[in-house]
T-cell receptor, first 115, second 111 residues
Framework: DTGVSQDPRHKITKRGQNVTFRCDPI?????LYWYRQTLGQGPEFLTY????????KSRLLSDRFSAERPKGSFSTLEIQRTEQGDSAMYLC?????????????FGEGSRLTVL | QQQVKQSPQSLIVQKGGIPIINCAYE??????FPWYQQFPGKGPALLIA?????SEKKEGRFTISFNKSAKQFSLHIMDSQPGDSATYFC??????????FGPGTRLSVLP
């Protein structure tokens, strides 16, 4: 499978715990994006990388969220001290440096439930 | 200013009908306008996209109409099929980098 893969697909955690999600993009794609999607809403931009550089981070993203892409390949998104409001689907997407015809390739997402 | 507004929130049509989904934006810095389709449990996938210097684009049964002066664009699905039942998101690309998505339209096509 050469698509974007995300792990885990589902995570249930208790409030206050830390969680980490991993994204493996399509191999030749040097841009990687993280989005959050809640029920009935469109994907909300969190951050994106070009290679290993984090180029933009949403102002909506609290300091409990951190993302890395250490070698310009896979990426991790960590949420510290989770809150119930963090419950959402976390989507990873990748693209070529300049997305051709507006194409992001999304993974199937990591669903987080905070109890 | 980076918002994309989308309507309706949900839409039900009979098979063969032509559902129309509308989007509007404010920021004229947006330079590309894609539409994404999402099935339950899946990530969104690109359906069709249009540049602001083009007024209409067709790909198969899907057509985008773009009105630059009104800052509006819409998706039409010709001869809709039950398999088209999904959530549709319009989006706008900001300076070729960041994607801003609308809130989505849940389409149901009845057999």
């Amino acid at each position: 499978d050469t698509g974007v893969s995300q792990d885990p697909r589902h995570k249930i955690t208790k409030r206050g715990q830390n969680v980490t999600f991993r994204c493996d993009p399509i191999s030749e794609h040097n841009r990687l994006y993280w989005y959050r999607q809640t029920l009935g809403q469109g994907p909300e931009f969190l951050t994106y990388f070009q290679n290993e550089a984090q180029l933009e981070k949403s102002r909506l993203l609290s300091d409990r969220f951190s993302a890395e892409r250490p070698k310009g390949s896979f990426s991790t998104l960590e949420i510290q001290r989770t809150e119930q409001g963090d419950s959402a689907m976390y989507l990873c997407a990748s693209s070529l440096r300049t997305p051709v015809v507006g194409e992001l390739f999304f993974g199937e997402g990591s669903r987080l439930t905070v109890l | 200013q980076q918002q994309v507004k989308q309507s309706p929130q949900s839409l039900i049509v009979q098979k063969g009908g032509i559902p129309i989904i509308n989007c509007a934006y404010e920021n004229t810095a947006f330079d590309y306008f894609p539409w994404y389709q999402q099935f339950p449990g899946k990530g969104p996938a690109l359906l069709i996209a249009i540049r602001p210097d083009v007024s209409e684009k067709k790909e198969g049964r899907f057509t985008i109409s773009f009105n630059k002066s009104a800052k509006q664009f819409s998706l039409h699905i010709m001869d809709s099929q039950p398999g088209d039942s999904a959530t549709y998101f319009c989006a706008a690309i900001f300076y070729g980098q960041n994607f801003v998505f609308g809130p989505g339209t849940r389409l149901s096509v009845l057999p």
